[in-house]
């Protein structure tokens, strides 16, 4: 099987039991996540009320592979503001597609504007 990219949307999908979450779950042996994304998931599960170990450990429960954020990804997240601000995305949102992009991989969100971006990626929506 190939890998597959789930940004932190996709992480909280199947935490929470959102729509799209059973699409994760069905994923989870081939996903990679960076750990920005990681760190994002986490974030939002704690300003849910997730105690910061609980928030972690349900978000690691979603992540078969962790990919620590490089220089690589850095730079292609940086060089990719002028496309992606239009759109209004993160430095999180960016991390993610650096990562997909490194990889040659699919990536899961739950942001259906990433069809939108002009870059040559495969975004899967989950809803």
């Given at each position: 099987?190939?890998?597959?990219v789930?940004?932190?949307?996709a ?5 929470i039991g ?6 994760v779950l069905?994923?989870?042996?081939n ?10 998931a986490?974030?939002k599960?704690?300003?849910r ?23 690589r ?5 940086g060089a990719m503001?002028?496309?992606t ?6 430095f999180g ?23 939108k971006?002009?870059l040559?990626l ?6």
């Amino acid at each position: 099987m190939s890998k597959v990219v789930f940004d932190a949307s996709a992480i909280l999908a199947a935490v929470i039991g959102e729509p799209g979450g059973d699409t994760v779950l069905k994923q989870i042996r081939n996903s990679t996540v960076s750990t920005v994304n990681l760190s994002e998931a986490q974030a939002k599960l704690v300003r849910r009320g997730f105690p910061p170990d609980d928030a972690w450990e349900s978000a690691l429960t979603f992540c078969n592979e962790i990919v620590a954020f490089d220089s690589r990804q850095a730079r292609l997240a940086g060089a990719m503001i002028a496309t992606t601000q239009p759109f209004g995305l993160s430095f999180g949102d960016r991390a993610c597609l650096a990562l997909a992009l490194l990889l040659g991989a699919p990536v899961y969100t739950a942001d259906r504007l990433w069809k939108k971006l002009p870059l040559d990626l495969e975004i899967r929506p989950l809803r």
